[in-house]
């Protein structure tokens, strides 16, 4: 499978499940979005979207969530800023289960850095969104991360309080 989603064989997807059931199908959403046309990627994005994040949180989330993180970063992705906006997603949403919901949005906030390297992006689109997301991880708060928010920041390795950097230079 490539670079990007390396391991994603090794999860039992089969055991685990999304908001319609059985994850078994995540595998081939997240191998469309990574290596898919614009179209494809899309549509395999808004069915993860459904599945994972846009109604709450479920064990497959927690799986799919370093292999988004993949996705977000890989510049042939074409849905790149989509991937960004589902990873917010996901930390905004519950879980029936708050250790379901706690795990998936500690995947979410241990991204905290590639979200800051993202915001700093060529792709204006992806800049915004991994702003976006920033901003979501900065000002998280939730009854099952509240104790874990201590150790996650994203302190901006592309501040530049003098302005002088042009958009994307970081």
């Not at 499978?1 to 059931?21: C, D, F, N, P, Q």
């Not at 289960?97 to 241990?110: C, F, R, S, T």
Request: aromatic share 4%; glycine share 8%; net charge negative.
């Amino acid at each position: 499978m490539g670079t990007i989603l390396k391991g994603m064989s090794r999860v039992r997807w089969h055991e685990l499940t999304h908001a319609y059931g059985s994850a078994e199908g995540v595998p081939g959403r997240l191998s469309r979005v990574a290596w898919g046309d614009a179209r494809t990627s899309t549509d395999a994005l808004s069915d993860l979207g459904l599945w994972l994040g846009e109604l709450a949180v479920f064990d497959a989330t927690v799986a799919a969530v370093p292999f988004l993180w993949d996705l977000a970063v890989t510049e042939a992705v074409t849905c790149r800023p989509g991937v960004i906006e589902l990873l917010q997603a996901i930390l905004e949403h519950n879980a029936s289960q708050i250790e379901v919901q706690h795990a998936a949005h500690l995947a979410v906030l241990g991204g905290a850095s590639t979200a800051n390297l993202l915001a700093c992006d060529g792709d204006p689109a992806v800049r915004a969104a991994a702003s976006e997301l920033t901003m979501a991880i900065d000002s998280h708060v939730c009854d099952s991360c509240r104790p874990a928010r201590r150790l996650v920041s994203t302190s901006s390795v592309c501040e530049d309080p003098g302005g002088r950097r042009p958009p994307g230079s970081c």
